[in-house]
């Protein structure tokens, strides 16, 4: 019987419910960007990364254009990425900081990343109907994973949290998001807000290295303090 995670992965891998983002993974990775021009590009959906279960679970938008979509990892070979594993190794989540490629020797510790979208979308804006098709990975994601504590990385990924925690009810106010907003829900599991390491956010200062790096110090602080779950 083949592991449910990785299971998981390839049913991500080989979707092919929005040919809008198919599309554009695939011109993105046939033209290339110049500095990459010799590699070749992953151009498909990308799947989650990390252990299941696991501790916590970041919830992100989607993989980046020249980042995920051209390493086939979310969250390497991008800028956004540089900042996400170098907070997750100060926090003891990663067993190193640099996220380059795939073969690198990244390894997640009580940790699983997944995206809203597992497609790069056109300016980084997938539509409602492409983050709905994409609604039962991230359901069968929350559902092997069982964290204890949820980090939604931007207000696409909070949506994604709020509306899965909903549905479920576990949920009955709408919690606004914000940088640093936590929110315990009945079950016990947390939910954690950030500003998404987009360089929209960190070439402003936005957010800060110390900022970003206070929600993985709270994360750490919150999975410390709790029991391990149910097996």
Not at 21 to 32: G, S, T, Y
Not at 172 to 201: E, Y
Request: net charge positive.
């Amino acid at each position: 019987m083949p592991d449910p995670w990785q299971a998981l992965d390839s049913q991500i891998i080989a979707c092919g419910r929005c040919p809008r983002l198919r599309q554009h993974c695939a011109e993105i990775a046939a033209v290339r960007r110049k500095s990459f021009a010799g590699e070749t590009y992953w151009g498909r959906p990308v799947p989650n990364f990390g252990v299941a279960p696991a501790g916590l679970l970041i919830v992100g938008l989607a993989p980046a254009a020249h980042g995920g979509n051209r390493t086939g990892r979310v969250f390497t070979g991008d800028r956004s990425g540089d900042w996400l594993f170098r907070a997750l190794h100060k926090a003891g989540f990663a067993n190193q900081p640099q996220a380059t490629h795939i073969d690198d020797g990244l390894r997640l510790i009580d940790c699983a990343i997944t995206a809203a979208c597992h497609c790069a979308p056109p300016a980084n804006k997938p539509t409602p109907q492409e983050i709905a098709n994409c609604r039962p990975f991230l359901d069968e994601t929350f559902a092997l994973v069982r964290p204890r504590v949820v980090l939604a990385l931007g207000q696409i990924g909070w949506a994604a949290v709020t509306k899965y925690y909903r549905e479920r009810g576990q949920l009955t106010v709408n919690p606004k998001f914000a940088h640093g907003a936590q929110h315990r829900l009945p079950d016990g599991v947390w939910m954690l807000a950030s500003f998404h390491p987009s360089q929209q956010n960190t070439f402003t200062g936005k957010l800060t290295e110390p900022m970003f790096d206070s929600i993985f110090i709270a994360a750490r602080h919150l999975l410390d303090q709790r029991a391990q779950p149910d097996a």
